[in-house]
């Protein structure tokens, strides 16, 4: 157990800044939980993924926008989900602004169609410094207080090793057959 703790203490941070550059929310939970039992630091924890966060979107949209060429090749599925970003951050600036940070799906839209648009880009840069200070402050400390209820749910494991795996694969079943029922019944539509 101590390698670990000497493990998470040298890169534990690293794997957070990595992790939340894309925004990933539960890698700042999960380091909260390591800070909780003592593996890491909370306010270092927070600031990194604030730090991390506020990079990575600032980078989407200097790549959007002027890599355009380039990053339009990877953009050509999600035509749809940029105009749509577009509307809402006509319509919802500065609350879309705060609140995309939350949303998986969007979380990395946004900041793409703030570049391929003409939004000023340093009203997006004291918004998302904001957004970003605000996500991580708000999740890493949930985590930080909520650390010894997940350790208990987690805990519930401990003797039932197995149950993780029966749940995860009867949730990927569910969704199989969601999924082909959706499928089956875009295939009778007729407009």
């Known amino acids: 157990m101590e390698n ?3 493990y998470l203490t040298t890169y534990g941070y690293w794997f957070l800044f990595l992790y939340s550059l894309g925004g990933g929310f539960i890698g700042l939970v999960v ?4 800070a ?3 593996s890491l630091n909370i306010e270092l924890v927070i600031l990194v993924a604030f730090v991390s966060n506020f990079l990575g979107d600032n980078l989407l949209v200097y790549m959007a926008k002027y890599q355009r060429k380039d990053f339009q090749v990877y953009l050509q599925k999600h035509t749809r989900k940029i105009a749509v970003c577009r509307l809402w951050i006509r319509k919802y600036e500065y609350t879309i602004m ?3 940070k939350y949303i998986y799906g969007i979380k990395t839209v946004i900041p793409i169609a703030i570049g391929l648009s003409n939004y000023n880009l340093k009203k997006f840069i004291v918004l998302n410094f904001f957004a970003s200070a605000i996500w991580a402050i ?7 207080y909520s650390s010894s209820y997940i350790l208990h749910f ?6 039932k090793p197995w149950l993780p795996f029966v749940i995860l694969i009867a949730l990927l079943l569910g969704l199989l057959s969601l999924i082909s029922k959706v499928a089956q019944k875009k295939m009778h539509y007729k407009p």
């Open 154 to 159: 987690f805990g519930f494991f401990d003797d």
């Open 138 to 144: 708000a999740l890493g400390y949930l985590g930080y």
């Open 31 to 34: 380091a909260s939980v390591f």
């Open 4 to 6: 670990v703790s000497e």
């Open 36 to 38: 909780y039992e003592g």
């Open 98 to 100: 705060f609140f995309q």
